[in-house]
């Protein structure tokens, strides 16, 4: 395959990795979904599997979308049954791009629904929420329990002047408070927005700052890798600039009595809840398809995050569809996802609910207070599908940890990973060190979709590197720097045709010049999305990293992951960061600059570097082979845990980073100034 190293991700005559059983293709849900739509005249039996789905859904979209919303049982007023069909499932679907602000594609305009009613109608005593932290902590909601709490705090939003459109915000760990609010927040119409405890005061108010919210939740600190950390000082400089405020709660999470001195209209969340204890039964408000839900941020790494908005509806109908045919989950099943509230996988695993899974919270390190703590907790909650990052699977490998043979995960049937490319040793290492008959999906899309480009196939085998296939109802292809679609080998990422989870809006974009300029610009009427990626031979995808991170040294492009997938793979090196460096004065000549951080007591000698080398020239070519390799005793990253090559590009060439309070570890920058090996 032209592009891809050798070994590195599967070819066509390479076996699968795993492979589903017969009895467990039949009874999953994407197969159930196919077959009624055979059964009921939809489609003809030429689409005979999920790929052939895949590619009636993008050339029928209308049919399509019609058909989730029919599985999904959309509760609704207005159209949406055979007897009230839809006149307009999508409008305006021949054009990508808006033109402005709200006059871009729509779709279903005739209904009106609320988000929270789907994601609470499950109101009996089955687990909906469980929550672990690492001090062992354990809370367990169900959901009848969970329907009375949301009802509590809705009615208190609305006592202090919560209202549809409203803005409420979350700086919260991973705890059930988050979930309550948001969908206390939603069934008033208002919209949620969220930051992890870890953003620093500057992180929080350029998001927040730009969004004007009435209500702030905040936690009173937190714990993480054993350290307990205090929030209030940060909350008593964030609450005195945002003068939008009308109430701030604080949910006493690492004190039963915090010391709230200092800060505006501020009540305990537990006193809130037990003010409003006596409304038990949640209130909806339902309002068109496209209102507002969520406010997403970009990382923020090249200037003030973009806030992206979500809508309601098409929120709904993508998580549905991407939990419940593209993972398969149900009723019986346990999710698990490790992320922050600041992460849009925060956003899909609480989704969850909207297919009757019970959902794992979990706060604090992943590897805190030992590399078994999120696998104690699969065993214990018997969870069914397990999701992380690439990463987090990455260290597993390196330290030798093997959680198949400590723990029993005989309930686990499915693991998901994201946030980054997964390379193909880590599908080996899964298969080895977790559990050998499960079906791992590597997935991807973005915070601007909050749901994603490519996924998983419950009813298809998995191929060593590969993502499984791409959505259902996304016309995702690859371009070539033509503008036209190729196979095979690497290209753009992009998306040819509407979506119902675009974002319906940028917030203070009054006229779409920011939306349109962030998607739409490169290929005109085309959303590129910046992943450098590729369809193989199996229609599956492989993604080579960020397209505006790519290498070109002597004129050929070169995916970034390309080169960690092979380097990672020494044991010396813990993780490593690559960047294309300018030289001379015009920049017309660069060279490959490998970064790498070490294990300690491992220095980067002659024979490590040569060994580097050699594994990249051998396993993916000659022109990946860095010029030259740094030791770096640290590497940024964003605070969802992503590396960030550009701020690091912008240090090694002293430009100066726009936003580094948008780093987990912004100190780190300073290890790549002015570093004597980069010198020419």
Known sequence: MTGSPPGDVAHSEVAPIWVPSERAIARARLTQFRLDLQARGVVDASVGDAHALQRWSVQHPATFWAEIWRAADIMANGPGSPEAPWRDVLVGGTRMAPPDATHGPRWFTETRLNFAEHLLRRRDDGTAIVSWNEQGARQRLTFAELATQVAATAAALAAVGVGVG?????????????????????????????????????????????????????????WYAGKQIDCLARLREITTALP??????????????????????????????????????PVFTRLPFDHPLYIMYSSGTTGLPKCMVHGAGGTLLQHWKELALHTDLG????????????????????????????????????????????????????????????????????????????????ALRAMLSTGSPLAAHSYDFVYAGIKSDLRLASISGGTDIISCFALGDPTAPVYRGELQMRGLGMAVQVFGDEGTPVRGIPGELVCTAPFPSMPVAFWNDPDGALYRAAYFDYFPGVWRHGDWAEITAHDGLVIHGRSDATLNPGGVRIGTAEIYRQVEQIPAVLESLVIEQQLGRDGSDTRV??????????????????????????????????????????????????????????????????????????AALALFRDLPELRF
Not at 376 to 388: K, L, N, P, Q, Y
Not at 608 to 635: G, M, T, W
Request: with cysteine; charged share 20%; proline share 6%.
């Open 244 to 281: 939008s405020l009308a109430a701030v709660w604080v949910v006493p999470y690492v004190s039963d009595t915090p010391d709230l001195s200092g800060l505006p209209a501020v009540h305990r969340f537990t006193d809130v809840l037990a003010t409003y204890a006596a409304h038990r039964e």
């Open 166 to 222: 409203d803005r409420v915000v979350g700086y919260l760990p991973n705890l059930p408070e988050a979930v309550i609010a948001m969908l206390a927040t939603a069934s008033l119409g208002a919209v949620w927005s969220s930051c992890s405890p870890d953003f620093g005061t500057k992180g929080v108010l350029d998001r927040f700052g730009q969004i004007a919210p009435k209500v702030l939740i905040a936690a009173d600190g937190y």
């Open 593 to 666: 600059v490998l970064f790498v951080r070490l294990r300690e007591g491992e220095p980067l000698t002659d024979a490590l570097q040569r060994a580097i080398r050699q594994r990249i020239r051998e396993h993916a070519s000659p022109h990946h082979v860095p010029k030259v390799i740094v030791e770096v005793a640290d590497i940024p990253r964003t605070i969802s845990g992503k590396i960030t090559e550009l701020a690091v590009r912008d240090v090694v060439h002293g430009r100066a980073v726009k936003n580094a309070d948008a780093l987990a570890n912004p």
């Open 331 to 410: 009723h019986d099943d346990v999710l698990f996802y490790f992320t922050t509230c600041g992460w849009m996988m925060w956003n899909w695993l609480v989704s969850g609910l909207a297919v009757g899974s019970t959902i794992v919270l979990y706060d604090g390190a992943p590897l805190a207070p030992d590399a078994g703590i999120l696998w104690r907790m699969a065993e214990a909650e018997r969870v069914s599908v397990f999701g992380t990052s690439a990463k987090y699977l990455a260290v597993l490998e390196k330290e030798g940890v093997q959680p198949g043979v400590t723990f029993d995960l005989s």
